[in-house]
């Protein structure tokens, strides 16, 4: 493929296909190009958003942005910032990896995301990032109940179901108790959107803002832990977060389960069928069926959701 004569591969990371590579791995010269073909109105979005940040947080300088228009899609051309994608470095971690610095620096992004506020929750709409709450869900039991009577989990027993409407009000109850606050959440913070380098230990970039939103302060640490429960890297990374951020933190662990449950209610109902939602589907069962946030259906502590 090429971009205007310029060669171009597929990025890893991701599972939309619109991420490419411009220019020749022997160049210094090389940018990222984001095709929006799905959301075309959130190219815009995520260009404020990456200068918003820039300089507060790891991300690519924005190069260009360009709306759709004339049958052409939009697209966001940013640097292009060299390192490996955690995932990969945690499916095969080398015996130099420092898990114990790399934690503390993703702790470290997250209390810089969590210092930006917003008044209230909702989606980013605009060059101007205004935050809208048209179609926000305002309830998670409601949330829950659309994928009960349209989606994945009517296939669900009465059984299960009350279980998960116990578990969602467990949920409920744990951030009633904890911190209030709506700041910047990035969306989709797990590994496969975060590129570090090993020698030292740090974080690169931080991207993909494309779920980015104005939500709970323990959304981006629900994220991350959905599917990684190893503790070299959590206990480091939870402990420079709380350690960094303004504020109290109160039951960190347990209120990002809480937070997350509304992305795996979405991934366990929605179809169709693949790798990422079976996995949630499982981890969410679990839970529901424990009646504890913290249960883990796994033989290992970390799943990878490409599995």
């Known amino acids: 493929m090429d971009w205007f004569g310029t060669a171009m591969r597929p990025l890893a990371g991701g599972y939309s296909g619109e991420t490419f590579l411009v220019g020749d791995e022997h160049c210094d010269d090389q940018v990222v190009l984001r095709i929006y073909q799905r959301n075309p109105e959130r190219a815009v979005v995520d260009a404020s958003m990456l200068r918003l940040v820039n300089g507060i947080l790891p991300v690519p300088k924005v190069i260009d942005v360009r709306p759709s228009r004339d049958g052409h899609p939009a697209v966001l051309v940013t640097e292009y910032l060299s390192g490996m994608p955690l995932d990969r470095v945690l499916a095969d971690p080398p015996d130099t990896v420092d898990c114990n610095q790399l934690g503390h620096q993703l702790g470290n992004v997250l209390a810089r995301l969590s210092a930006i506020p917003f008044l209230q929750p909702g989606g980013f709409e605009g060059t101007e990032l205004n935050v809208s709450t048209t179609g926000w869900p305002g309830d998670l039991l409601d949330?829950?109940?659309?994928?009960?009577?349209?989606?994945?989990?009517?296939?669900?027993?009465?059984?299960?179901?009350?279980?998960?409407?116990?578990?969602?009000?467990?949920?409920?109850?744990?951030?009633?108790?904890?911190?209030?606050?709506?700041?910047?959440?990035?969306?989709?913070?797990?590994?496969?959107?975060?590129?570090?380098?090993?020698?030292?230990?740090?974080?690169?970039?931080?991207?993909?803002?494309?779920?980015?939103?104005?939500?709970?302060?323990?959304?981006?640490?629900?994220?991350?832990?959905?599917?990684?429960?190893?503790?070299?890297?959590?206990?480091?990374?939870?402990?420079?977060?709380?350690?960094?951020?303004?504020?109290?933190?109160?039951?960190?662990?347990?209120?990002?389960?809480?937070?997350?449950?509304?992305?795996?209610?979405?991934?366990?109902?929605?179809?169709?069928?693949?790798?990422?939602?079976?996995?949630?589907?499982?981890?969410?069962?679990?839970?529901?069926?424990?009646?504890?946030?913290?249960?883990?259906?796994?033989?290992?502590?970390?799943?990878?959701?490409?599995?």
């Open 143 to 307: 949330f829950a109940q659309i994928y009960r009577d349209t989606g994945r989990l009517a296939a669900w027993s009465d059984r299960d179901w009350e279980a998960l409407v116990g578990l969602i009000n467990l949920a409920a109850d744990s951030l009633d108790e904890g911190d209030p606050r709506t700041v910047l959440v990035h969306g989709d913070f797990n590994p496969k959107n975060i590129l570090v380098r090993l020698d030292p230990a740090e974080v690169v970039a931080l991207v993909d803002w494309e779920f980015a939103h104005a939500g709970s302060i323990y959304t981006d640490v629900g994220n991350f832990s959905r599917f990684e429960r190893d503790d070299t890297l959590l206990e480091p990374m939870i402990e420079a977060f709380v350690e960094a951020a303004p504020g109290q933190l109160p039951n960190l662990r347990e209120n990002g389960r809480a937070a997350d449950l509304w992305a795996l209610v979405e991934l366990a109902g929605g179809v169709p069928s693949n790798p990422v939602r079976e996995l949630a589907t499982e981890l969410l069962v679990a839970q529901a069926r424990a009646g504890d946030l913290e249960a883990w259906p796994f033989a290992e502590r970390r799943v990878s959701p490409r599995a």
